[in-house]
């Protein structure tokens, strides 16, 4: 079946370490989204990338980094400077860049907890 | 800041329609309004979106008012796994159309009633 794969579900980071969320897409998308939410609010953008090997940052880039090797995967590094991690962190995908009718399509989450 | 604005919850009855509203009167004419909805603990899942025609398709009905600057969200036979926040999102003009951000709000909690 097509759709979006995160993983891990649930992860634990010690102070001072970086992890890293995983994001794969079997939908053949171009464009892929990081989103960050906090509990009873909506989502916030992090990144996104349109294309292979190209990305940007959105309204909550500080603290951390990703890379865009593949077009099936969007990696997010959540680095020691980002001072309050703890949220549930969403992945999607959507076809068409330069064109805002197409739906983006979410990932089940993983939800990061400081230790 | 986000684009709409809806109430923070709402009931409905098992096996009624359910009418969920939105207003989005800043919306700009090129922008789409979406509907997602979020079950607790999951992702977001997309339920439809229109530009200005009413839309419709196998979850629910999207009727947008001739102005645009209302909508409202339609599931005819509400079930209990219907009970879920609601988002009703506009895109953002400020990433020039390159890519389809959404700006989320807090949504609408939906408690679907035996």
């Known amino acids: 079946d097509g759709g979006i794969t995160q993983s891990p579900k649930y992860l634990f980071r010690k102070e001072g370490q970086n992890v890293t969320l995983s994001c794969e897409q079997n939908?053949?998308?171009?464009?892929m989204y990081w989103y960050r939410q906090d509990p009873g609010q909506g989502l916030r953008l992090i990144y996104y990338s349109q294309i292979v090997n190209d990305f940007q940052k959105g309204d909550i880039a500080e603290g951390y980094s990703v890379s865009r090797e593949k077009k099936e995967s969007f990696p997010l590094t959540v680095t020691s400077a980002q001072k309050n991690p703890t949220a549930f962190y969403l992945c999607a995908s959507s076809f068409g860049t330069g064109v805002t009718n197409q739906p983006q399509h979410f990932g089940d989450g993983t939800r990061l907890s400081i230790l | 800041d986000a684009k709409t604005t809806q109430p923070p919850s709402m009931d409905c009855a098992e096996g009624r329609a359910a009418n969920l509203p939105c207003n989005h009167s800043t919306i700009s004419g090129n922008e789409y309004v979406y509907w997602y909805r979020q079950i607790h603990s999951q992702g977001p899942q997309y339920i439809i979106h229109g530009l200005k025609n009413n839309e419709t398709n196998e979850m629910a009905s999207l009727i947008i008012t001739e102005d645009r600057k209302s909508s409202t969200l339609i599931l005819p036979h509400a079930t209990l796994r219907d009970t879920a926040v609601y988002y009703c999102?506009?895109?953002?003009?400020?990433?020039?159309?390159?890519?389809?951000?959404?700006?989320f709000g807090t949504g609408t909690l939906l408690a679907v009633q035996p």
């Open positions: 999102i506009s895109t953002d003009e400020d990433y020039g159309g390159a890519t389809n951000k959404l700006i």
């Open positions: 939908l053949n998308h171009d464009a």
